[in-house]
C-alpha cells in the first residue's frame, strides 16, 4: 500500500494524512507504512506458519528493495531478519523454545525385576 492508496482509502488528501500522522504520531506516513511493514515481516517470521522464504514475506509486504528492507529490519529489531528466522527454530533464552515441533521423549519402558 503506497501513501496515495492509504489516504484514498480512509477518504483524505494526502496532506490531511501526513498532517493527522504528524499529530497523532510525530512521524511521516511513508514512516509510518514501513513500520507496520516490518512489524508484518516480523510477525510472520516468528510464526513460521507457512514456511515461505523472507525474500517471499519481504516482497509480498511491498519491500522491493530487500538491501534497504534488511538494514530497515537491523535498525529496528537489533538483528536481520534471518537471525529471527533461526531463533524461532531454536531454544531461546534461559531454555524455553521459542516454537517447539519436537515432540517430548517418551519414557523408557522399564523390564520387571527378576
Not at 494526502?14 to 499529530?23: D, E, K, N, S
Not at 510472520?44 to 530487500?66: K, N, P, V, W, Y
Request: charged share 25%; with cysteine.
Amino acid at each position: 500500500m503506497s501513501v496515495v492508496q492509504l489516504a484514498g482509502a480512509l477518504e483524505v488528501s494526502v496532506r490531511t494524512l501526513q498532517t493527522a500522522l504528524r499529530t497523532w504520531r510525530s512521524t511521516t506516513p511513508s514512516v509510518f507504512l514501513r513500520e507496520a511493514r516490518l512489524e508484518r515481516v516480523r510477525e510472520c517470521l516468528l510464526s513460521g506458519e507457512d514456511g515461505r522464504s523472507i525474500t517471499e514475506i519481504a516482497m509480498q509486504a511491498g519491500f522491493m528493495h530487500l538491501g534497504r528492507f534488511s538494514a530497515a529490519y537491523q535498525k529496528k529489531y537489533g538483528e536481520n531478519p534471518s537471525a529471527t528466522q533461526r531463533r524461532r527454530l531454536r531454544p531461546g533464552r534461559r531454555g524455553k523454545p521459542v516454537v517447539s515441533s519436537i515432540e517430548p521423549p517418551t519414557p523408557a519402558k522399564s523390564s520387571p525385576p527378576r
